[in-house]
Structures are given as C-alpha cells and as structure tokens.
C-alpha cells in the first residue's frame, strides 16, 4: 500500500519568512496529492492540491510542487504570519474512478510555529 | 453550508467499556470516511462508506471496531471493548461521489476526542 513520509515534524520560522515542508510518496499509481491544515483542536482544512498532471499549484502565498519521477511533493508558504501556525499533513491517494476508492494516505505532520 | 457533523466531542470511558461515536454528513455526499487520530499522528482511515456500502475497511480492526451507515446519510462508529491505545480523536469526513469526477475534497467534522483509563 501506500506510504506517505513527511518531513520536518516541527518548524519554526519568523514572520515574514518562507516555510516548505517535503513529502514523499511510495505508490506510483498516486495522482492525487491534498494539503490539509489542522488548527489547535479544529477539524482539518483543505488548502490546496494538485493532481499529477501539473507540476506545480499557487494559491496567493501557498504554493505545492510535485515530482512524480522522484515521488515528492512540497508545500511553500511565503511571507508567512501568525495565523499560519497550525500542523500540516500532506496526503496521497490514486484516481479514484480507477481503484481504491480514493483513499487518503495521510503524512505525520509538521507543527508549523511562526513567530512575530 | 453545514458542515460535518459529529458527537460527542468529548468522551473518556474506562478500558473494556463500549462506546458509539455519531456522524451527520455533508448532506448530498455520497462518500463518507471515519478516520482515527492518534496524538501527533497523521489521520489513519479506518473504513470508507460510498452511500450505504462498505468500500474500504482494510484497516479497521474488525474484533473491537464495527460502522454502520444506514440509508447511506448518518453513520455510527462503534469500539466494544475499547483498550487503551484506541484512545485518540476520531474524525468523520465526508466528500462528494467519488467516482462521480470532478472534485474529491474531503471535509472534516470536528473530531470526538476518546481517551480510555
């Protein structure tokens, strides 16, 4: 099955400054690849996401890239405040119209501080 | 639009007690996920409804755990007995008809938070 590593587990960057966060993956069949943040006791949100046919996704100050040669993907959050504290997984599933129903394999996480 | 709706919230029961979790979907999706959170873990999918049907219980540990979604809308998720390591958040998520194309976003309720003693 799948398996979804992520790295680093906690990251600190000032206000103002870039955070990246790396996935891998170990399923080639995986074209799905979600961004979810989870806030201190809220649900997890999506953020963004990106399929295997593009190589890269912007959305105002958050950005994700994929390799599918290498089987990795990054989260890139620029200028980064406060409110961007919170733990991000990333997530890996395959074409659900094909098999597996879309299951998420999710990452362990990585706590986010921004200090001001 | 309403959200994912769960409860309780909170629970805390004594090992080999029993304890039923609920979850109110998104109403319109037809795919329904519980998911189990262990503290400083990624979610873990324990089973995965497409309206009634059980698509993917591959990592619910069917001896203690069963779920049910009847006429495809709410669902239960049951641990009886409960042990100490199945304390965590359990987090009900529901999305659109999978297989249906087009966006496959999962929502999340809120989580009920289990801690067994």
């Known amino acids: 099955g799948e398996n979804v590593e992520q790295h680093p587990s906690t990251l600190s960057v000032q206000e103002g400054d870039s955070a990246v966060i790396k996935c891998t993956y170990s399923?080639?069949?995986?074209?799905?690849f979600p961004w979810y943040k989870q806030e201190l006791g809220k649900r997890p949100q999506l953020i963004i996401d990106?399929?295997?046919?593009?190589g890269e996704k912007k959305d105002q100050r958050i950005a994700v890239t994929l390799n599918k040669t290498a089987k990795h993907f990054s989260l890139h959050i620029t200028e980064t405040q406060p409110e961007d504290s919170a733990v991000y997984f990333c997530a890996a599933s395959r074409d659900p119209a094909t098999d597996s129903w879309g299951k998420l394999q999710f990452g362990a996480g990585t706590q986010v501080v921004v200090t001001p | 639009e309403a959200g994912v709706a769960q409860s309780p919230r909170y629970k805390i029961i004594e090992k080999r007690q029993s304890v039923a979790f609920w979850c109110n979907p998104i109403s319109g999706h037809a795919t329904l996920y519980w998911y189990q959170q262990i503290l400083g873990q990624g979610p873990k999918l324990l089973i995965q409804?497409?309206?009634?049907?059980?698509?993917?219980d591959s990592q619910l540990p069917k001896d203690r755990f069963s779920a049910e979604r009847l006429k495809g809308v709410d669902s239960t998720l049951k641990i009886q007995p409960a042990k100490l390591e199945d304390s965590a958040v359990y987090l009900c998520?529901?999305?659109?008809?999978?297989?249906?194309?087009?966006?496959?976003?999962?929502?999340f309720g809120q989580g009920t938070r289990l801690t067994v003693v």
């Open positions: 998520a529901s999305s659109l008809d999978v297989r249906a194309g087009g966006d496959t976003e999962a929502f």
């Open positions: 399923d080639s069949a995986s074209n799905y």
């Open positions: 409804f497409q309206n009634n049907g059980v698509v993917d």
């Open positions: 990106i399929r295997s046919n593009v």
